[in-house]
T-cell receptor
């Protein structure tokens, strides 16, 4: 089945140790998004790629970076994780920006020790 | 400012009964999209239903229907014949254009519990 896949599902890292989260999709969608969702809160958009064009949200900390080497894969890099970065990280895709439906992966739950 | 409001932090419903989850939105844009997502405790956001601002008919998808009242700026989700597996967090979201980009803004969610 076509889907959005996130690896790993659970990630534990140490304070300040860089970590990379992975997202892949078999939907051949043009747009890929990364959201941060803290406990009992709504998802918050960090950034998105429309094809190769990177679009950062104004309030996304510099500590968060992203790479999209090809259509299928997108990575979230956290350069120096702090305790406040512990959260669920959700990847989503859509065919196009706009009112097009976003399809989400299962998420990666990040713990920072 | 554009925003989504879900006024029910939690809702309870008996199995096999219908339930309505409220959502109101605030925007001056004419073109927008409204979505409902379900998030079980496992964390995955599952797309349920979509309503475009120009759609005249209310959207339906199986047991889910969206009661769209444009003048009141409300987009309530109706779940008919609730099942135990419907217990989850439900998010209402709105897609708006911002310059050359689009952004999906979520409400705070409603936690639905279906009782046997």
């Amino acid at each position: 089945d076509a889907m959005v896949i996130q690896n790993p599902r659970y990630q534990v890292t140490q304070f300040g140790k860089p970590v990379t989260l992975s997202c892949s999709q078999t939907l051949n969608h043009n747009v890929m998004y990364w959201y941060q969702q803290k406990s009992s809160q709504a998802p918050k958009l960090l950034f998105h790629y429309y094809d190769k064009d990177f679009n950062n949200e104004a309030d996304t900390p510099d500590n968060f970076q992203s790479r999209r080497p090809n259509t299928s894969f997108c990575f979230l890099d956290i350069r120096s994780p702090g305790l406040g970065d512990a959260a669920m990280y959700l990847c989503a895709t859509s065919r196009a920006p706009g009112a097009d439906t976003q399809y989400f992966g299962p998420g990666t739950r990040l713990t920072v020790l | 400012a554009q925003k989504i409001t879900q006024t029910q932090p939690g809702m309870f419903v008996q199995e096999k009964e219908a339930v309505t989850l409220d959502c109101t939105y605030d925007t001056s844009d004419q073109s927008y999209g409204l979505f409902w997502y379900k998030q079980p405790s496992s964390g995955e956001m599952i797309f349920l239903i979509y309503q475009g601002s120009y759609d005249e008919q209310n959207a339906t998808e199986g047991r889910y229907s969206l009661n769209f009242q444009k003048a009141r700026k409300s987009a309530n989700l109706v779940i008919s014949a609730s099942q135990l597996g419907d217990s989850a967090m439900y998010f209402c979201a709105m897609s708006l254009r911002r310059g050359s980009n689009y952004k999906l803004t979520f409400g705070k969610g409603t936690l639905l519990t279906v009782n046997p």
